[in-house]
């Protein structure tokens, strides 16, 4: 059964700082891994997509990466802002059964000017 | 813009009453969900269709229905059976495929009872 662990559940730096958050799979069948951020009260903003044959992707400041055979990714962000605070999750699509998403249950981050 | 929009944003339940939260989506996916988030819990499936006229429980329908009459749309029901109903609920939207099926939410719908 596919679980997905989010390490740590909360984070606080000071403004500038470069951090990485981890997210990590025990089944390494899976189509694709999504980061997602969560404002307090909103939905979910969809920040990368990673798909199996790849090993990482890039958006502005955010890079994640993912190594399917040690069941891991993680999601750098550099030069962090205040504005960056927020709840990060992470959810892999396991292969074969596309519809559902596994979902970890995040880390809460708190970048302070 | 296309997107997905979830409304009311916040809606009321009495004890007994059903009520409907609506999800559209102009991203033109075959695939939508629904999910509900507690705090301190990750997020749990609900309902999910592929196809027009076609949907299948999630993790923890009890208490909810759906329906998927168009593509576009894809309206969530909470019914008196649900006894614990309070939650933030998301509606979700995605292609179908294997690799580089991004899924898209909306900004949400919180329940309350009173």
């Known amino acids: 059964k596919q679980e997905v662990t989010q390490i740590p559940a909360a984070l606080s730096v000071p403004e500038g700082e470069n951090l990485v958050l981890n997210c990590s799979f025990t089944?390494?069948?899976?189509?694709?891994l999504q980061w997602f951020r969560q404002d307090p009260g909103k939905g979910l903003t969809s920040l990368l997509l990673?798909?199996?044959s790849q090993r990482e992707q890039t958006s502005g400041r955010l890079n994640a990466s993912l190594d399917k055979s040690s069941g891991r990714s993680t999601l750098y962000i550099a030069a962090s802002q205040p504005g960056d605070s927020a709840t990060y999750l992470c959810?892999?699509?396991?292969?074969?059964?596309?519809?559902?998403?596994?979902w970890g249950l995040g880390t809460s981050l708190a970048v302070n000017p | 813009d296309g997107g997905i929009t979830q409304s009311p944003k916040y809606l009321f339940r009495k004890e007994g009453q059903n009520v409907t939260l609506s999800c559209e989506q102009n991203?033109?996916?075959?695939?939508m969900y629904w999910y509900r988030q507690d705090p301190g819990q990750g997020l749990r499936l609900i309902y999910y269709?592929?196809?027009?006229?076609?949907?299948q429980k999630g993790d923890i329908a009890e208490g909810y229905s759906v329906s998927r009459e168009k593509k576009e749309s894809f309206p969530l029901t909470v019914t008196s059976a649900q006894k614990n109903p309070t939650a933030f609920y998301l509606c979700?939207?995605?292609?179908?495929?294997?690799?580089?099926?991004?899924?898209?939410f909306g900004q949400g719908t919180r329940l309350t009872v009173v």
């Open positions: 979700a939207s995605s292609i179908i495929g294997q690799g580089n099926t991004e899924a898209f």
């Open positions: 991203l033109n996916h075959d695939a």
């Open positions: 269709s592929q196809i027009v006229n076609d949907f």
């Open positions: 089944d390494s069948a899976i189509y694709n």
């Open positions: 990673i798909q199996s």
């Open positions: 959810a892999v699509r396991p292969a074969g059964n596309n519809r559902k998403l596994i």
